[in-house]
């Protein structure tokens, strides 16, 4: 389902005293307490001072990591460095409503992280009327959750008009653009679970001239081939990977960093050892993906080629370093992918930073989103 010029937040003018929803991104790491990477928050920032210069009351909701307890108050206090907002400990009652009727014009309420209740994953209705309840109008400005059927992304936009932030058109144009590259163009996959992304490597195999497969994606490709993966991450099942073997656009790590016991080293990837893993690639690979930058006109890149959490960090950050220098149109996402680029400051060296993981994966797949879906069909009432 396309998104259409009416869906965006400037349509909205006049609403001064106003109440405005704004779902944002709000997902960020931390650490003691203290947010430790304001990618996100930043990117919510163009369409709250959006909002605040029109004068609107505006309430965000967002939520951050998997476990009910956390708080987004580190979030708030990064926050407040950049816009006039208050934090309300709570995200449904009487206490959270009586905040919501102070709201000034032109000032922000965060509420508490939305999955502390239940209704949010389980997009209860009771709970999404109760959130809409709070607002005149709703602002999707999270592409990056949007693939998710949650209260807050598909429950809320059935009970008030519906819009998306200026981040969000920005996603979905940028997005846009990735799916008719100009050429030569190189799309580079990282990740893992390959049986989910083998639609979307199926569907892009023709539209660029290369796609590389990085990360524990590649180890699929290496059993498929009958090369022994050792005690890498693999799936049980790489029938997926198999059907696309011998496919000439696909292109596999020629070397990779392996752990064993008490070494690491560079081998190739038919000579793994039972007791070895596979935790990124080698310079060899740096110098193959090199030789297709340097060519390329159109990059695509989400996740990193190793176990970036684990500080197999290495052939990630070269090649970082190796697109930032070309001439290519580049998009990226992916959390651990951005997290590299902005470790060496090269954020300016590409076109675009997604906010988003799995849902620019599942949007480059489909063209569309749940949350995407449920504005639009509020422009149909």
Not at 90 to 108: N, Y
Not at 312 to 337: P, Q
């Amino acid at each position: 389902m396309a998104l259409s010029n009416a869906s965006c937040v400037t349509q909205l003018t006049h609403i001064r005293g106003a109440r405005v929803l704004v779902r944002i991104s709000a997902n960020v790491p931390l650490e003691n307490g203290v947010v430790q990477n304001h990618f996100r928050i930043m990117r919510a920032i163009p369409t709250l001072k959006y909002l605040e210069h029109a004068g609107a009351k505006i309430i965000l909701i967002g939520h951050i990591g998997r476990d009910r307890g956390e708080t987004l108050r580190p979030v708030y206090e990064a926050l407040k460095n950049h816009i006039a907002v208050g934090f309300v400990p709570g995200v449904v009652g009487d206490d959270v409503a009586e905040a919501v009727s102070k709201i000034e014009d032109g000032t922000c309420v965060l509420l508490e992280n939305l999955r502390s209740h239940e209704g949010e994953v389980a997009n209860d209705d009771e709970f999404a009327k109760t959130l809409a309840s709070y607002a005149d109008y709703y602002v999707n400005d999270a592409f990056s959750v949007s693939h998710r059927e949650h209260a807050s992304i598909v429950g809320v936009p059935q009970y008030l008009p519906s819009y998306t932030g200026l981040t969000f058109k920005e996603e979905y144009t940028q997005l846009r653009t990735a799916m008719k590259p100009k050429h030569p163009s190189l799309f580079i996959l990282g990740g893992a679970k390959f049986a989910t992304k083998q639609p979307l490597v199926a569907r892009y195999v023709d539209t660029y001239d290369h796609i590389f497969i990085g990360g524990a994606l590649a180890n699929d490709f290496f059993k498929a081939k009958g090369y022994g993966v050792g005690t890498s991450l693999v799936s049980d099942d790489v029938t997926h990977a198999a059907a696309l073997i011998d496919t000439k656009k696909i292109l596999l790590p020629v070397d990779v960093t392996v752990q064993g016991p008490g070494e690491v080293r560079v081998t190739t990837p038919d000579d793994v050892q039972a007791d070895e893993s596979i935790l990124d690639a080698g310079p060899l690979t740096h110098d193959l993906l090199s030789s297709h930058i340097q060519k390329a006109q159109s990059i695509l890149w989400n996740g990193p080629l190793g176990d970036y959490e684990h500080g197999f960090d290495t052939c990630t950050k070269s090649l970082v370093a190796r697109i930032a220098e070309s001439t290519a149109y580049t998009i990226v996402g992916g959390g651990d992918t951005v997290a590299a680029i902005e470790s060496l400051a090269l954020n300016g060296k590409f076109n675009f930073l997604s906010t988003a993981g799995g849902a620019m994966l599942q949007f480059l797949e489909r063209g569309t989103l749940p949350g995407i879906a449920a504005i639009e069909d509020t422009k149909k009432k």
